[in-house]
């Protein structure tokens, strides 16, 4: 009852003229940035996070959350009708909501990921009102041995699903957290790793990295290996799913939103959670042989999963100030930069924010769903654009968001420098989600160590003898020794 | 050990990095023969790739000194006639536009701060 009353006197403040329209905002440039290939929502929320400051902690807090889950709603577009995904999760829509199109099925296809995405998400944000408090109030009796555990549950968790070489992605955390110690070290005052360079002194910054790693290496991937899109003509009509669609989609879409709700909230789980849910419902299904040849089912899921996904990953970030991937990380940012602490006290202190921001949750996906679809063929239009004038785009708005951050060209330097490691990273097939995620978590781990080991007078064995630390640490060895040992599931498997 | 101080992190990350480099060393020369065989065989067009990152470097360089306004447009251009190969009444016009528009967008309507060079705009 008691997060009954708390969640209306939310829905009073995201009902506020303002907050809606930074709602509004945030959803319409979500759906662009995740119709338009080569430019995610993690660079977008970067690209605004300057800006974002200017105003308050809510409303920057709503527009940024609505660019997040409105890319989810996008990103099917381009997977449908271009069979190029606008976003890393929308990758598996291909499969079959291009052959639909093909079969001139594009308006169902369309159609159900958008009402699919519209049910997951709700579902999850129901989710979100029951677990995220009762989750912050386990946390409150968390001590530094309980964070420094879970965080490094996280890291090895996020290496897990991680796509090629599971060396690889390891690799990726330790480089992070070297990168994450650059700059004063808090307790002692010593400087690491500056060269005397005053950019250094203050660390390197998370938007300016992501910036580069995402955006900047992302355009000299396309550039370097243009491709032919072939634009289907297809009418897009009858966006409606006729009933036999829906029974096919009903299971397929409660699957869904489960897979991508628990997925969501583990860290560093959610980009392979559209994988899962199109491999169960092709398990399961009584024709498996049709899958990737057009299916509603096989758009259906993904889609359902993609959005309750990204809504659930706001549950660890509200409740324990645990990113479960690199936007939330920026979230977390965002809120140091207005002064509130990210973590179980969330709630105490800014039960405003909190409650605020989940029911514009519920707003804004009402929204994208009635906006969305008679949009559809406007973001097609858009889809138009030729990339030879994309990517300068991009670029410009990659080197105006880094350095707006702070007026510093020492950022812009910076994001030009992750760009070209990023590239590289790409090329060699070195995931770049573990070593940001490791990059935002060192801060985190380093002062929770030393505080747990000043506590404990130097003893390490104090992170095995707290029963909930131990717990953290068993899962992640378990992690550790079932990947080392390749017995963890393949990813990609499903895509051929 | 008892006390880490602030080279803590870092050392024994480095040593986990440097485990984990000899690990993927020795994959990779008994384990991973067959992979290395099928390499991507698309052309990699290495042309497009440097012009692009020299452009955006050079135009990195000059951001504070010449302004906004004049280093987007000589980025945008260079990247539209020598990458894309326009012509020049579409380099110009496109970049022009381009600029102007991210000028207007970013510095007029969401006050982002922006270098304004020597020439002073």
Partial sequence: ?496 | MQKPGPGFISFWSGVILGILTIMMVIQSIWFDKADRAEEKKEKTQWRAIFLSLGALFVSILIFEHLGFIISTLLLVGFLLKCIEKKGWVVTILASLLMTLASYYIFKVLLEAELPKGIFGF
């Fill in chain 1, 1 to 496: 009852m008691e997060s009954l009353n708390a969640l209306l006197n939310g829905f009073s403040i995201a009902f506020s003229l303002t907050n809606i329209i930074y709602c509004l905002i945030g959803c319409l440039l979500g759906t662009l940035v995740g119709v338009l290939p080569g430019i995610g929502p993690a660079a977008a929320v970067a690209l605004l996070f300057p800006t974002a400051m200017h105003i308050n902690p809510i409303g920057a807090m709503v527009m940024l959350a609505g660019i997040y889950y409105g890319a989810a709603y996008g990103g099917s577009t381009t997977s449908i009708l271009l069979n190029i995904p606008g976003e890393a999760t929308s990758v598996v829509t291909c499969l079959d909501g291009y052959q639909m199109a093909r079969k001139g099925r594009a308006g169902p296809a369309l159609g159900i990921s958008a009402f699919g995405s519209f049910i997951g998400g709700t579902i999850t944000i129901m989710g979100l009102v029951l677990f995220a408090p009762l989750l912050a109030n386990v946390a409150l009796k968390f001590g530094p041995h309980e964070f420094f555990s879970l965080t490094i549950m996280c890291m090895t968790m996020v290496t897990y699903l991680s796509r090629g070489s599971f060396i690889k992605a390891l690799m990726m955390v330790p480089l992070g957290l070297i990168l994450a110690t650059i700059g004063m070290d808090p307790h002692t005052g010593t400087f690491r790793f500056t060269y005397g360079t005053l950019t250094l002194k203050d660390g390197l910054g998370i938007v300016p990295i992501v910036m580069g790693l995402f955006g900047i290496s992302e355009v000299l991937i396309n550039v370097g290996s243009p491709v032919q899109r072939t634009f289907l003509k297809a009418k897009i009509r009858d966006l409606f799913p006729s009933l036999q669609d829906w029974k096919d989609s009903k299971f397929p879409i409660m699957r869904g939103t489960l897979v991508g709700f628990v997925l969501g909230v583990l860290p560093g789980m959610g980009l392979s959670a559209p994988f899962l849910a199109y491999g169960l419902e092709k398990k399961l299904s009584k024709h498996p042989e049709k899958f990737g040849t057009g299916v509603i089912e096989g758009v259906a899921s993904p889609e359902t999963c993609n959005n309750a996904e990204s809504q659930a990953a706001f549950i660890p970030m509200l409740s324990l100030g645990i990113p479960a991937n690199v936007i939330m990380a920026m979230f977390l940012g965002a809120l140091m930069v207005y002064g509130i602490t990210p973590g179980p006290l969330l709630l105490r202190d800014h039960p405003d924010l909190f409650w605020g921001l989940i029911s514009s949750m519920y707003i804004g996906n009402m929204m994208l769903l009635v906006l969305n679809l008679p949009l559809i063929p406007l973001w097609v239009q858009i889809l138009r654009v030729p990339y030879s004038y994309l990517f300068p785009a991009i670029l410009i708005f990659c080197v105006i968001g880094s350095y707006s951050l702070n007026g510093n060209i020492g950022d812009v330097i910076t994001m030009f420098v992750f760009g070209v490691v990023g590239y590289l990273m790409k090329r060699f097939e070195f995931e770049a989600a573990p070593l940001v995620l490791a990059l935002i978590l060192g801060p985190l781990l380093e002062d929770n160590l030393r505080q747990a080991l000043l506590i404990s007078r130097g003893n390490f064995m104090v992170f095995l003898t707290r029963p909930i630390s131990a717990g953290f640490m068993i899962v992640s060895l378990a992690i550790l020794a079932s990947s080392l040992l390749r017995i963890r599931p393949k990813v990609p498997a499903d895509e051929s």
